[in-house]
T-cell receptor
């Protein structure tokens, strides 16, 4: 069964900490995405990557960075966590650019910054 | 407001009834997708309909697309308690480089 795996389901971090969220896919997809999901706001795109070492900003990249050193792994980094980054983070991958054949999502990481 | 807005925000029905959710969008699109999300989990892709298609079926799901009205509907027939979830539409607009998700419809199916 094809999968997108996010390393943590729940995470609690302190304000100012550097936080790493890891995502691994086993489908050999070139395209990977990080979204955050907040009540009433839907999914908002933070960053995406269409190839190894390539990254593009999404709608809300401020306060975040990403790393794509290997095709299967896409990491989201919160440089200095703040309480307004408390959210559900969803990683996704797709075969085609822009997800034209659908995205495969991970189970999500619920991050709480205290 | 967002591209891809679902209506209603929440829907509560009895098991066995049909559930209809609507999605409106603003710009021209290449395709429109529907996803389901169970509480606290990731999204699961349900169905994709292309801009040149008007209707698509998958099991108990029926999706329609009206590009002249910039709207889509998702019909779940003979609903089950296991259909309780949030449902999102996502649009892939012709001018941009990303897929945009709406805020979702929360469906409650009572046994």
């Amino acid at each position: 069964d094809v999968k997108v795996t996010q390393s943590s389901r729940y995470l609690v971090k302190r304000t100012g900490e550097k936080v790493f969220l890891e995502c691994v896919q086993d489908m050999d997809h070139e395209n990977m995405f990080w979204y955050r999901q907040d009540p009433g706001l839907g999914l908002r795109l933070i960053y995406f990557s269409y190839d190894v070492k390539m990254k593009e900003k999404g709608d809300i990249p401020e306060g975040y960075s990403v790393s794509r050193e290997k095709k299967e792994r896409f990491s989201l980094i919160l440089e200095s966590a703040s309480t307004n980054q408390t959210s559900m983070y969803l990683c996704a991958s797709s075969f085609s650019f822009r997800g034209r054949n659908g995205y495969t999502f991970g189970s999500g990481t619920r991050l709480t910054v205290v | 407001s967002q591209q891809g807005e679902e209506d209603p925000q929440a829907l509560s029905i009895q098991e066995g009834e049909n559930a209809t959710m609507n999605c409106s969008y603003k710009t021209s699109i290449n395709n429109l997708q529907w996803y389901r999300q169970n509480s606290g989990r990731g999204l699961v892709h349900l169905i994709l309909i292309r801009s040149n298609e008007r209707e698509k079926h998958s099991g108990r799901l029926r999706v329609t697309l009206d590009t002249s009205k910039k709207s889509s509907s998702l019909l779940i027939t003979a609903s089950r308690a296991a259909d309780t979830a949030s449902y999102f539409c996502a649009t892939d607009d012709t001018g941009g480089f990303k897929t945009i998700f709406g805020a979702g419809t929360r469906l409650f199916v009572k046994a």
